[in-house]
């Protein structure tokens, strides 16, 4: 089994950032894919950004590119979500996402945090 625990959501005004932080322990060693997913009120949960732990390529969602950026420190087992020019319509539930490979990380596969909110207010 493997946890995932995020940290650093809140609250920020347009134009502001924020930097989520998720630290995963347990085996790892089966972990190849690492990513951010967010959870709108009424909306699906959507991917915002993966990245191979191995090769460390990324990918992100059209909507967030240019503006979040995905990271890792392997020596703490701790992926960062880095988001900066937030707008409202990124306020959601963001969660932490763990698998064996990024193109089959959706939701209902693989490891799951228990998410942390972040506001946005204009």
């Known amino acids: 089994q493997v946890q995932l625990g995020e940290s650093g959501g809140g609250s920020v005004q347009a134009g502001g950032s924020l930097r989520l932080s998720c630290v995963a322990s347990?085996?790892?060693?089966?972990?190849?894919?690492m990513a951010w997913f967010r959870q709108a009120p009424g909306k699906e949960r959507e991917a915002v950004a993966k990245?191979?732990?191995?090769?460390?390529?990324?990918n992100y969602a059209d909507s967030v590119k240019g503006r979040f950026t995905i990271s890792q420190d392997n020596a703490k087992n701790t992926v960062y979500l880095q988001m900066n020019s937030l707008m409202p319509e990124d306020t959601a539930m963001y969660y932490c996402?763990?698998?064996?490979?990024?193109?089959?990380?959706?939701?209902?596969?693989?490891?799951w945090g228990q998410g942390t909110q972040v506001t946005v207010s204009s």
């Open positions: 996402a763990a698998g064996t490979w990024c193109r089959s990380l959706v939701p209902g596969v693989g490891y």
């Open positions: 990245i191979d732990t191995s090769s460390s390529s990324t």
């Open positions: 347990g085996y790892t060693y089966s972990i190849n894919c």
